[in-house]
């Protein structure tokens, strides 16, 4: 069978715990897959380690077992293969906008010259619609536009995959939402394989193709895999108003709200199968709604595209 | 209307020093009854002694004093006797000299013990040991193995300039963002590049404070250690006037060593500022 | 005027140069006019035979017996004498001045070591180092080493001399032993504690001339000058300039023989001579032995008063040396000749009192001592105010004469077994001779046919009790007041 592009398989973190003794399990035996070219988003309340699995796919933290394959590789490592847009923008704040991504640019060509490297960062910049404050600090930035600069840093890089680890949940809501859009429009023109973490429903819908639902933590898992439903083309202003909105949406918040915790309280619900069920949440009118999982089997009591439509 | 705060603050610093060289001029104006005395025997005596002078000279004779140094600050009649110029040029080079040898040793190993929780931890008890020793405390032990005095108060100066730098180093380099480090790590730069474009800058700042803090104990221990060595300096002019109980010169010396102080304090602070960022 | 003087002694000296060097070619020549005694004041060396002993060439024919090597021993000599003082007149003036006997015993120190035929054999050979370092500590004291660089004496010897001032006698000697300075301007009893590695490593050192004798004073607080009968000083707090001086030994010498234990009965105080002044004017110590000028500055600035002279206590007692190590004696023996030729001549030329109001302007700029020109003359010349509203009249208050005699070091050494600083057993002659370079001396005086003085050491009396050098042991158990 052909691996997923990105396969976390087996993963388990495991952290001293507090007393130093004993040891922290954050999430265990982790199984799941990207496809190419697929926009995926976990999603989970605090603690269910959805950070960690990003690190450990960063290359930043390094799994207490299993292991993560992605484009063909093992990861053990950093990667300029994979780029990270980091929760606080991460930016040097000695450093211009300009020279931030600079310094991506040159690491990933160390050969070029100072104006090739120049040019494609401004290149990124403009994508990001900064150009005209490339000359400026981040302490001069906006944090919308310090979070758009460590966009254009990452996307500099040109990178097979892009991690995003809760990208906008720093800045205010406004912002938040003309940035989803600065990423809809740069993901209608680059195809990359993304994987993001988030806690907001609404950001998961607007841009991911595939959504990981992970229990409360400790000893997380991955619950289920909800596809998204909504039509390929949509965007922020009219997403309320597609029909299967309201039936992805409520399935996601019945998660957050109960069964993420009811299914950290009960472990033994978890099921024997690697992969977690496969969700496609619609509306109740609609002839193909199902719930249907990998394993063929049905995915758990409750209907989940039904219940919503009030 | 009211004048801004600077032309204020000015005026009231005015104000003080009006008052201070005032209440100077009046504390050693007086001059006592003049003693009766043998003309012959007063020849022999000093003005203190003879017209119950005080032994403090007034604000005159020390901005005249000034004048007569800021005049001729470069005249060199001996080993013995240079002009202040020269003195001053003396204890700044044994400073810098010491001070850059110390730049050269607390930052790399700043950096090391920064990035190392191990060796932070094992150097720790000397440094900690280490710091607290008066400089000058060196010198004898430094004269005894060196051999060499002006050397000697070299040492002194790395050996007192070296903690403050030392411990900001290993603090700035340790407190370094892990972000940062993150973002240097992803973008899969060696650690040389990470030292250099990451590393050092983000530490910058508070190496840059060790630093101004160094630079200032570094000219105090200075004017000491050139007390006890004698030879050229600053602190041997002072010695010297000393010596000659000439306290106006002393004074002079001191008003000097105040004002270079004040400027390669004022130099490191421009430094900071080049290289300090906004967060 | 001390700068016209300065000329006319550099002038003379290029002249004076060409004449040693002309006379050293004749010696090689082998002519024997060296026989004749150099150190007779009342001999020319001008030449009327072939040595210049005698009437005509035929009585000198005669009168040569004398065997090879003494006469070689003379021929050198003579040399150097010559060579010191080419102009006979001024040669008979210093032998006047400070006597034949002292003048030898010093000049003969240029072959220290036993290794005098060598370098007599090539007289007065080219200084291994022309450059040199000396430091000095800012008290009249110094004044041959001092007044010998600007008044050219060190020059005339082909040596560039650099006259350091220095700000403390630790600090002189850390710096001597460092071979930083070549020689120094040292208390006399630091040699011998140098040598024996009290207070320091032990590094073998000479004293090859004494700089001054008397010249220091007891100094008291303006405020005591009612007390001036020591048994009334219980209690007070004196300063002198180091532990191994002079100083510390004749004040305790002083204290005790008032019935004062200096350990117990005052406090007795290191403190740089400098601070003295200040120390006394703020009231922290009561009085002080120490060097001139700073007594006489005490005086000065109205701040204290001569109680008595050092020369009161012991007259013609050692205060500073000459110190070399023998390290430095022995690698460099050329440049050491050179330079304890030039400390001599200066000493001879500081012994006499119609000099003295000279040096006092040549030694008193920054560079040297530092101090009031009529502070200097006070002390050079002897006519002095005491502080108590009189003018004094000592021309002896302080002169120079370079003789190191042993039994001065024999002195401090029982000095220094008195007062604790060392114990046990103690090789009073042995540690003298290694030290003070008398021997030597007196060697030489017999071997050129003069008359020595009786010894390398001499008896002296130091408050009405006579010190004899040859029973150390019972001169320290006479004492009531002693650390043993």
Known sequence: MQKPFISVEGLTRRFPDASGKGTLTVFEDLWFGVEEGEFACVIGHSGCGKSTILNVLAGLDSPTEGSIVAAGKHVDGPSLDRAVIFQGHALMPWLTALANVELAVSSRHPKWSTQQVRDHAMKYLALVHLDGSEDKKPAQLSGGMKQRVGIARALSLEPRILLMDEPFSALDALTRGALQDEVLSIRSKIKQTIFMITHDVDEALLLADKIFLMTNGPKAWVAEVVENTLPKERSRTDLHKLPNYYPMRNHLIEFLVTRSRELALNPGQRPKERMPPIVRPMAIFNPVAAVTSEAGKPAHPMQPGSASVA | ?279 | MAQALLLRLRRGDAGRDKAARRDTRGIHKGTVMSFKDPFDPANTLAHSCSCGEHESQAAHDAAVVDSTDKRYERVVQSAIVRAMFPQDAQRRAFLASVGASTALAAIAQFFPLGMATEALAQAQGAPEKKDLKVGFIPITCATPIIMAHPMGFYAKQGLNVEVVKTAGWAVIRDKTLNKEYDAAHMLSPMPIAISMGLGSTAVPFAVPAIENINGQAITLSIKHKDKRDPKQWKGFKFAVPFDYSMHNYLLRYYLAEHGLDPDTDVQLRSVPPPEMVANLRADNIDGFLAPDNVCQRAIFDGVGFNHILSKEIWDGHPCCAFAASKAFIAEAPNSYGALLRAIIEATAYASKAENRKQIAEAIAPATYLNAPVTVLEQVLTGTYADGLGEIKKDPNRVTFDPFPWESFAVWMLTQMKRWGQIKGEVDYAGSGKQVFLATDATKLMKEAGFTPPPATSKTFVVMGKTFDPAQPEDYIKSFAIKRT
């Open chain 2, 1 to 279: 209307m009211h004048a801004s705060l600077t032309v204020r603050a000015a005026l009231v610093s005015l104000l003080l020093l009006g008052l201070g060289l005032g209440a100077w001029h009046l504390a050693v104006a007086r001059s006592g009854p003049a003693v009766k005395m043998d003309p012959e025997y007063a020849k022999l005596m000093g003005a203190t002694a003879t017209q119950g002078k005080s032994a403090m000279p007034g604000p005159g004779e020390v901005g005249a004093k000034i004048w007569q140094h800021l005049r001729d600050p470069f005249y060199d009649k001996g080993t013995n006797d240079k002009g202040i110029g020269i003195q001053l040029a003396y204890s700044i080079a044994r400073v810098m000299t010491g001070y850059l040898l110390a730049v050269a040793v607390a930052v790399p190993v700043g950096f090391l013990i920064g990035m190392s929780p191990l060796m932070s931890q094992a150097l720790d008890p000397f440094i900690q040991v280490m710091k607290p020793i008066s400089p000058l405390a060196w010198m004898p032990l430094a004269l005894y193995t060196i051999k060499d005095s002006s050397i000697s108060a070299i040492f002194v100066i790395f050996i007192c300039s070296v903690w403050p730098m030392l411990i900001n180093t290993a603090f700035g380099v340790a407190s370094v963002r892990k972000e940062w480090l993150n973002v240097a790590k992803t973008l899969e730069m060696n650690p040389v590049r990470t030292a250099f474009r990451v590393i050092l800058p983000a530490a910058a700042p508070t190496i840059l404070t060790g630093m101004r803090i160094s630079i200032g104990i570094a000219w105090l221990v200075i004017v000491a250690a050139e007390m006890l060595v004698g030879g050229t300096g600053i602190g041997y002019f002072v010695w010297n006037e000393w010596n000659n109980l000439s306290i106006t010169n002393v004074i002079t010396a001191i008003l000097f060593i105040g004002v270079v102080g004040m400027l390669l304090d004022q130099v490191m602070a421009y430094l900071q500022r080049l290289i300090s960022y906004a967060d």
